[in-house]
């Protein structure tokens, strides 16, 4: 490896479900390596034994994959499948030995020391210190200790922590979003490295110890993660520096917030990768609008990138510092566009699986409707017309619903609808409408339909909204939708297909109760 060719890593705790903050992180690792022709790695953060569990792992895997994001090293691209890279294990929990080895170097070259006051000598510090208004950290008692009572301790099998000796210069980095940061050594004290117990093996090594290691053995030349980590980073300078490892550039990602401008959570909608892929948005959009959280174009206007689009404009000197609020209709925006934008035979694949329990008239199975089949040309043409009207693809069964569940009452009922066919000339109308209805024979074509609205026109005056708007109520519960044109023979095809939907005279006849 040369200077030229940077490595970074994504390093997520498999302790929930990926969510947009972390998802951003990884986006912005991998376009970073992929722009530079770097490596990027994938690192499970598994030490928290209680709380991580496989399921999470898989699911992340599978999240990742989903964005269309690979990795050069880590576990297999699909769950299951053997590690990658020579760096390994990427695994924490697999990696313990190597903490334990490196706990023990640091202890011999005197950089750490192990730290035998007990969780209440420590609280009475503590206390001591809130009562005298002084900083809050721990005191280094323990840094003194000769040899002769650490082997007492030790043979009397007493628990000790290993704390890192702090020295007093100021603890700096280069902060590739927020440029030159620095703190002061008294604020950081000599943290924890391994927690109390009564041999290092025993001990576990806590987040900024393992994270530290493991990023120089595999020699990551930039960190780049959420901002929520800049404070845990002062710690993780001087592990480096205690190892004599050269220290990496960093680049802090800035928060995400909700419109409130409160932190991004569940409260504000979909948060976690899955949901959103459960919601029918497509992944080239969420990645588009995750590059858009915190980045922008180098011109200050293109909004729409490809991931090979990302690839190539990406940097990380355009992250911005400032919280990115996350915006919805923005993203739905993209999605709408990306939508538009693929082909017909993927969208009736993703479209599918949201009308299997909701539209029984459907008949669908798992594996959908017979391609080729005059039920799926329907269904396609049904998907066509509606999938303008959607945000994103689980919206279509409901879009659909005036189609398979004509329901006069309900179309009455609703407010706006109510006030539309209140109008005198709206009865007029559907009595005409009704009238021709009544009389015709054979389907309604949208030449025959387009014929009516002709005659009534010219027979009542009625014209524009006030002669469309209570005759799509009636055909469809709704003011507005797809153009008459492609949502007639729609209608009428559903109805002698057998889809047990009514066609345009039954609708007229019921709703205007002939
Ligand atoms: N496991 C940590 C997290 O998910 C990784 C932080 C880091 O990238 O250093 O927040």
């Not at 990926?18 to 990027?40: D, I, M, P, Q």
């Not at 890279?85 to 750490?112: D, V």
């Not at 915006?327 to 035979?345: G, I, P, Q, S, V």
Request: hydrophobic share 40%.
């Amino acid at each position: 490896m040369t200077d030229t060719t940077p490595r970074v890593r994504f390093a997520p705790s498999p302790t929930g479900l990926l969510h947009v903050g972390n998802a951003r992180t990884a986006l912005y690792n991998w376009l970073f390596a992929r722009r530079v022709g770097g490596t990027f790695i994938l690192r499970i953060e598994d030490t928290d034994l209680e709380r991580s569990e496989a399921r999470y792992e898989t699911q992340l895997i599978k999240d990742l994959r989903w964005l269309g994001l690979d990795w050069d090293e880590g576990p297999g691209l699909a769950a299951g499948e053997p590690e990658m890279g020579s760096f390994g294990p990427y695994r924490q929990s697999k990696r313990l030995a190597i903490y334990a080895e490196h706990t023990e170097r640091l202890l011999a070259e005197g950089n750490a020391y192990r730290c035998f006051c007990t969780t209440e000598e420590l609280e009475v510090e503590r206390a001591r210190a809130v009562a005298e208004h002084g900083p809050q950290v721990y005191s280094g008692r323990c840094r003194a200790l000769q040899s002769a009572e650490i082997e007492k301790n030790l043979a009397a099998g007493k628990p000790f922590s290993v704390r890192l000796k702090i020295g007093t210069e100021p603890l700096r980095f280069h902060d590739l979003v927020h440029g030159p940061v620095e703190f002061a050594a008294e604020a950081v004290s000599d943290p924890i490295l391994v927690r109390s117990a009564t041999s290092i093996s025993a001990g576990v090594p806590v987040y900024n110890y393992v994270v530290t290691i493991d990023d120089a053995l595999m020699q990551i030349t930039h960190v780049i993660r959420g901002d929520d980590h800049i404070s845990n980073t002062p710690r993780q300078v001087a592990i480096y520096q205690a190892f004599g490892w050269k220290v990496p550039e960093f680049a802090h990602l800035s928060t995400i917030l909700g419109a409130d401008r409160e932190r991004l959570s569940k409260r504000h909608g979909a948060t976690s990768i899955s949901t959103f892929r459960k919601m029918g948005y497509l992944p080239e959009a969420l990645v588009n609008y995750l590059a858009l959280l915190g980045w922008g174009a180098e011109d200050g206007k293109t909004e729409t990138f490809t991931l090979e689009e990302l690839t190539r404009a990406f940097s990380l000197e355009r992250v911005t510092p400032s919280p990115a609020i996350f915006d919805f209709d923005k993203l739905n925006w993209l999605n709408r566009h990306y939508l538009k934008e693929c082909n017909t035979d993927r969208v009736l694949a993703l479209s599918l699986p949201f009308f299997l329990n909701e539209v029984p008239q459907l008949h669908l199975t798992k594996e959908g409707l017979v391609a080729g089949s005059r039920h799926s040309e329907w269904f396609e043409r049904l998907i066509q017309l509606l999938l303008p009207y959607v945000d994103h693809l689980d919206q279509l069964p409901v879009k659909a619903a005036p189609i398979f569940a004509f329901d006069p009452a309900s179309a009455r009922a609703n407010e706006e609808n109510a006030a539309i066919l209140a109008v005198g000339s709206a009865r007029t109308v559907l009595t005409e409408l009704a009238a021709r209805v009544r009389v015709h024979s054979g389907p309604v074509t949208p030449e025959v339909f387009k014929g009516w609205m002709k005659e009534i026109k010219a027979a009542t005056g009625v014209k524009g909204e006030e002669l469309f708007h209570p005759v799509r109520i009636a055909l469809t519960g709704a003011h507005s939708g797809p153009v008459f044109d492609k949502l007639i023979p729609l209608i009428e095809d559903g109805a002698t297909l057998g889809l047990g939907i009514l066609g345009i005279c039954d609708r007229i006849e019921r709703f205007a109760g002939v």
